[in-house]
Antibody, heavy 120, light 109 residues
Framework: EVQLVESGGGLIQPGGSLRLSCAAS????????MSWVRQAPGKGLEWVSV???????YYADSVKGRFTISRDNSKNTLYLQMNSLRAEDTAVYYC??????????????WGQGTLVTVSS | SSELTQDPAVSVALGQTVRITCQGD??????ASWYQQKPGQAPVLVIY???NRPSGIPDRFSGSSSGNTASLTITGAQAEDEADYYC????????????FGGGTKLTVL
């Protein structure tokens, strides 16, 4: 079964750092594109970052320079290192397998999400 | 960067047909994909590409596209279809980003 399980969320003070993990099973992280998508409380989905199978990484303007996406091939795990956290980063963070073809891009499956709360 | 626009809320009578739309310039270049999200749950892919349904998604869900507008149609809506629906597409700016619509809350009456 293809599955993603996130962990690492919690309560963190503004300016702090947190690392999220996303353990995959049923497929190989390094052979796929993988993304992080977040959802602020009561709000819609916002794409955060992607890592391509070749290792290239891209970020939403709102997190560029503060967040870093990476993976550990030996652990089949995706990470999101979040630094200089702000109140507006408060959200449920989902990891998802990112599928791309010539004319469309879709996410499947998604993890269950992990809540990050940035507050003093 | 691109933006995708969805109606905030739509309602449909039980058993009737409803269309949820998504508009944006990126849809002139890329097909939309659609996700269903129920309260407290992660999004679930229901349609991707021109009109593809993942395994396990009922055939009452279908997708279409014209110009800068993509549509998700539910033919014969069921009570369990009440949820938030989001569209997404690749950003057509060439920046390797992804854009999501703001979501549509579907109420089945």
């Amino acid at each position: 079964e293809v599955q993603l399980v996130e962990s690492g969320g919690g309560l963190i003070q503004p300016g702090g750092s947190l690392r999220l993990s996303c353990a995959a099973s049923g497929f190989t992280v390094s052979s796929n594109y993988m993304s992080w998508v977040r959802q602020a409380p009561g709000k819609g989905l916002e794409w955060v970052s992607v890592i391509y199978s070749g290792g290239s990484t891209y970020y939403a303007d709102s997190v560029k320079g503060r967040f870093t996406i990476s993976r550990d091939n030996s652990k089949n795990t995706l990470y999101l290192q979040m630094n200089s956290l702000r109140a507006e980063d408060t959200a449920v963070y989902y990891c998802a397998r990112d599928r791309i073809s010539r004319d469309h891009e879709w996410f499947d499956p998604w993890g269950q999400g992990t809540l990050v709360t940035v507050s003093s | 960067s691109s933006e995708l626009t969805q109606d905030p809320a739509v309602s449909v009578a039980l058993g009737q047909t409803v269309r949820i739309t998504c508009q944006g310039d990126s849809l002139r270049s890329y097909y939309a994909s659609w996700y269903q999200q129920k309260p407290g749950q992660a999004p679930v892919l229901v349609i991707y590409g021109k009109n593809n349904r993942p395994s396990g998604i009922p055939d009452r869900f279908s997708g279409s596209s014209s110009g800068n507008t993509a549509s998700l149609t539910i033919t014969g809506a069921q009570a369990e279809d009440e949820a938030d629906y989001y569209c997404n597409s690749r950003d057509s700016s060439g920046n390797h980003h992804v854009v999501f619509g703001g979501g549509t809350k579907l109420t089945v009456l």
